[in-house]
């Protein structure tokens, strides 16, 4: 019997895929296929985006693994459908970026949400009796209003942590810190727009980054194949996958779930009612 032959990985380029909410499951992954592509030697790495974003500290330390890589390894990455917000932070960790012309990014920015509860807890009689050690261990508590202190203080967390948005990718794309910041507003815009900000190094597909990584690390971009690191899919998430209806429903718990995780939290995010881009 003559088995097929296997490309070694030092002639294959790894792909890497990033998609919904960046999370701390979404962190561990992805740190798991980064070591993976070190130990195996790839020479490149194609990293598909189609993320809005996710958690602050999840972003940074995937940023910061890709940045320890790319000192032995080409790194291009390919914005989907969407790659805002954390998925920008993430983006720049690479050496390239190229987008779809149509692909919704930016929203570079910095959101913190908590839910009050308070008039509601009236009209059903519920109140709670909290005894704490300092006047703001209850910060964004949901039975009642921010105060103006606790305001402030929330308001300098949100801006240090915006700072370090901004920083990273000025310098991530070489672009002077003041131009991040004219358009490091929250607002999104196309693969278009990017390239002519300077977020983005091409406009293309998928196949597009991939042919750019080969010629990176020295391959032919005709031969060299591309090898997808994941993990294995749990059995409900491979069920909800058979049809589109059911894929939705699975997305919809996984999003409840990445909402309910992250109340509280600071987070680099783009979170419109449905950021499927659509002609």
Same mark, same amino acid.
């Given at each position: 019997?003559?088995?097929?032959?296997?490309?070694?990985?030092?002639?294959? #380029?790894?792909?890497?895929?990033?998609?919904?909410?960046?999370?701390?499951? @979404?962190?561990?992954?992805?740190?798991?296929?980064?070591? @993976?592509?070190?130990?195996?030697?790839?020479?490149?790495?194609?990293?598909? +985006?189609?993320?809005?974003?996710?958690? &602050?500290?999840?972003?940074?330390? /995937?940023?910061?693994?890709?940045?320890?890589?790319?000192?032995?390894?080409? #790194?291009?990455?390919?914005?989907? =459908?969407?790659?805002?917000?954390?998925? &920008?932070? #993430?983006?720049?960790?690479?050496?390239?970026?190229?987008?779809?012309?149509?692909? /919704?990014?930016?929203?570079?920015?910095? +959101?913190?949400?908590?839910?009050?509860?308070?008039?509601?807890?009236?009209?059903?009689?519920?109140?709670?009796?909290? +005894?704490? *050690?300092? %006047?703001?261990?209850?910060?964004?508590?949901?039975?009642?209003?921010?105060?103006?202190?606790?305001? @402030?203080?929330?308001?300098?967390? +949100?801006? &240090?942590?915006?700072?370090?948005?901004?920083?990273?990718?000025?310098?991530?794309?070489?672009?002077?810190?003041?131009?991040?910041?004219?358009?490091?507003?929250?607002? #999104?815009?196309?693969?278009?727009?990017?390239?002519?900000?300077?977020?983005?190094?091409?406009?293309?597909?998928?196949?597009?980054?991939?042919?750019?990584?080969?010629?990176?690390?020295?391959?032919?971009?005709?031969?060299?194949?591309?090898?997808? /690191?994941?993990?294995?899919?749990?059995?409900?998430?491979?069920?909800?996958?058979?049809?589109?209806?059911?894929?939705?429903?699975?997305?919809?718990?996984?999003?409840?779930?990445?909402?309910?995780?992250?109340?509280?939290?600071?987070?680099?995010?783009?979170? %419109? *009612?449905?950021?499927? =881009?659509?002609?």
């Amino acid at each position: 019997m003559i088995w097929p032959f296997k490309p070694r990985p030092s002639k294959q #380029i790894a792909r890497l895929e990033i998609t919904g909410a960046i999370g701390s499951e @979404t962190r561990k992954s992805v740190l798991k296929g980064l070591k @993976t592509v070190k130990e195996k030697k790839y020479p490149a790495l194609l990293l598909r +985006i189609d993320s809005p974003g996710g958690t &602050v500290a999840d972003s940074q330390e /995937i940023y910061q693994a890709l940045q320890q890589l790319r000192k032995n390894v080409k #790194i291009v990455a390919s914005f989907g =459908n969407i790659s805002a917000s954390g998925g &920008v932070y #993430i983006g720049v960790g690479a050496e390239h970026i190229v987008a779809n012309p149509g692909t /919704i990014t930016g929203s570079i920015g910095v +959101i913190l949400r908590g839910n009050n509860l308070e008039k509601l807890l009236d009209k059903v009689g519920i109140s709670f009796k909290v +005894i704490k *050690s300092g %006047p703001y261990k209850d910060i964004l508590s949901f039975d009642r209003e921010l105060t103006s202190e606790e305001h @402030t203080i929330l308001q300098e967390m +949100i801006d &240090v942590s915006y700072q370090q948005f901004v920083t990273t990718v000025a310098e991530g794309r070489n672009l002077p810190l003041e131009k991040v910041k004219s358009f490091a507003d929250g607002r #999104i815009f196309t693969g278009q727009q990017a390239l002519e900000l300077g977020v983005v190094d091409r406009l293309g597909t998928e196949e597009d980054a991939r042919r750019w990584a080969a010629e990176l690390a020295g391959l032919n971009p005709d031969q060299a194949q591309c090898h997808t /690191i994941e993990e294995p899919k749990p059995l409900w998430s491979r069920l909800l996958s058979r049809n589109h209806s059911q894929s939705s429903v699975g997305e919809a718990i996984d999003w409840v779930k990445f909402e309910l995780a992250t109340n509280g939290q600071l987070l680099w995010l783009y979170q %419109p *009612s449905s950021y499927k =881009n659509n002609f």
